[in-house]
């Protein structure tokens, strides 16, 4: 079965650092790339970045970048989304999601997503 | 920052068909295939339609999607209690070094 699993939540104080994690399995986990979702609470869905497992090649959207950092280890299959100070307003349920790409099947969609971490940032 | 735009809810009776819109530009919906995504209360999201208007295995033929332009629209024929969720269309943007959008939401009630 094609899956990716999250670790679980958490709960920090600001400035505090945090790593959040994405397991893949059942499918060759450096051959697709892995997006980070932002869902704050009651609010929509707000993409990340992603990163190629195979490589390592990483993009940020313009909102994120310098906020967070995506990475992988694909020894173990897994990507990371870390904070090195964490804010209150960081306080939200993080996705990761495969993106389904075929440039000849014209597909461009995540396809698979991860059940959800949740951070909660509070002093 | 959501550059797709869509409204804030949709409802219907069962059996009623519901249609969803979705407004963006030239550098993404103008550009690029849209996505459509179900997210269930309390669960993560789904994917629902691809490339404009094609369903995943296991998706309901309820669902059909289609894109014109700039626009794109999400529709639900027979729509069924279980249908009550939030849905978001999204697309690669071109703008910059490239970024994926979600629209803003909408939440379908089934009255």
């Known amino acids: 079965e094609v899956q990716l699993v999250q670790s679980g939540a958490e709960v920090k104080k600001p400035g505090e650092s945090l790593k959040i994690s994405c397991q893949g399995s059942g499918y060759s986990f450096t051959s697709y790339w892995i997006a980070w979702v932002r869902q704050m609470p009651g609010k929509g869905l707000e993409w990340m970045g992603i990163i190629y497992p195979g490589d390592s090649d990483t993009r940020y959207s313009p909102s994120f970048q310098g906020q967070v950092t995506i990475s992988a280890d694909k020894s173990i299959t897994t990507a990371y989304l870390q904070w090195s100070s964490l804010k209150a307003s960081d306080t939200a349920m993080y996705y990761c999601?495969?993106?389904?790409?075929?440039?000849?099947?014209?597909?461009?969609?995540?396809?698979?997503w991860g059940q959800g971490t949740m951070v909660t940032v509070s002093s | 920052q959501s550059v797709l735009t869509q409204p804030p809810s949709a409802s219907g009776t069962p059996g009623q068909r519901v249609t969803i819109s979705c407004s963006g530009s030239s550098s993404n919906i103008g550009s690029n295939s849209v996505n459509w995504y179900q997210q269930l209360p309390g669960t993560a999201p789904k994917l629902l339609i691809y490339?404009?208007?094609q369903r995943p295995s296991g998706v309901p033929d309820r669902f059909s999607g289609s894109k014109s332009g700039t626009s794109a629209s999400l529709a639900i024929s027979g729509l069924q209690s279980e249908d009550e969720a939030d849905y978001y269309c999204a697309a690669w943007d071109d703008s910059l070094n490239g970024f994926y959008v979600f629209g803003t939401g909408t939440k379908v009630t089934v009255l």
């Open positions: 490339s404009n208007n």
């Open positions: 999601a495969r993106r389904d790409y075929d440039i000849l099947a014209v597909t461009d969609a995540f396809d698979i």
